[in-house]
């Protein structure tokens, strides 16, 4: 995949398995980058972001659209993705905002792909009509070990922070196997565009690493950046 063309934004995607820290770690980045490049930043998530996506949703982690198959799943996926790019992401992009997304087109390959069994030539050309030119600057994957992501997302459950288990939380622990080694897989192919962090760290540590990977990838974003050290106030 080449570089996308994201108008004079810049667009950040966070992959990984459940339970990595993705929305731990936007709503830190989101904080820093507020703070650092001057310029607005939206923080959004996929499957949603936009009143149409979220509906999809719903049918989505209920498990509703499961009895369908995972081509069904990643037709909806797709709708949602549409929606959510037309009317939130390329409109910030366009405005020259940074857009922080937990979970994109990454997702569908190695969730509806690699782990659903779908063909990947046919997620490929479904990927391309959907999103078209709007690919990440750079996607961040956080990895860890996939019991270590489910006990986190249990304990969370636990604490009442969260719901039970959704459709793809349920899924056995071979499954989300499959699914590190795909996230694992996409960034090894495209390593101008992702990179892998490790998400079985403390979050500040993981919070430290994500900067200095963004401070290096995209230095467009920190105008004063000789104030800054190793992503840090100097
Ligand atoms: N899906 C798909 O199949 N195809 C697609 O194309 C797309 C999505 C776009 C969306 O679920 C589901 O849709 C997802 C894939 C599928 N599968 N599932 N399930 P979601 O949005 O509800 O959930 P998620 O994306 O998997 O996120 P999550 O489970 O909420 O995890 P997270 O955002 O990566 O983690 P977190 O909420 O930041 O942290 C989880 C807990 O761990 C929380 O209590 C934190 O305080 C704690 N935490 C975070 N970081 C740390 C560290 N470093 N140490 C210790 N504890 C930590």
Redesign the pocket.
């Known amino acids: 995949m080449t570089a996308g063309d994201t108008g004079g934004g810049s667009f950040i995607t966070f992959e990984?398995g459940?339970?990595?820290?993705?929305?731990?770690?936007i709503r830190r980045l989101a904080a820093h980058l507020r703070a650092q490049s001057g310029r607005p930043v939206l923080t959004t998530?996929?499957?949603g972001g936009s009143a149409k996506a979220e509906a999809i949703r719903e049918a989505?982690?209920s498990g509703t659209a499961k009895r369908y198959g995972p081509f069904a799943e990643a037709l909806l996926?797709s709708a949602a993705r549409i929606d959510h790019l037309d009317t939130l992401i390329r409109p910030a992009l366009a405005r020259g905002e940074i857009v922080l997304c937990?979970?994109?087109t990454d997702?569908?390959r190695a969730?509806?792909g690699a782990a659903g069994g779908l063909d990947p030539a046919v997620l490929a050309s479904l990927e391309q009509v959907v999103v078209g030119q709007t690919r990440p600057d750079l996607t961040l994957i956080?990895d860890c070990d996939p019991e270590l992501g489910l006990a986190?997302?249990r304990?969370?459950q636990a604490a009442g922070?969260d719901e039970g288990p959704?459709r793809?939380?349920a899924e056995a622990l071979a499954f989300h196997a499959r699914l590190r080694a795909a996230f694992l897989a996409i960034a090894a192919d495209e390593p101008a565009r992702c990179a892998v962090v490790n998400?079985a760290?403390?979050?500040d540590a993981?919070e430290a690493a994500i900067r200095a990977v963004v401070a290096d990838r995209l230095p467009r974003l920190f105008p004063n950046a000789s104030e800054t050290v190793g992503g840090h106030a100097a």
């Open positions: 990984g459940e339970g990595a820290g993705k929305s731990t770690q998530r996929e499957p989505l982690l996926f937990d979970r994109f997702s569908t969730y509806q956080l986190r997302a304990a969370r922070a959704d793809f939380e998400a760290l403390p979050a993981v």
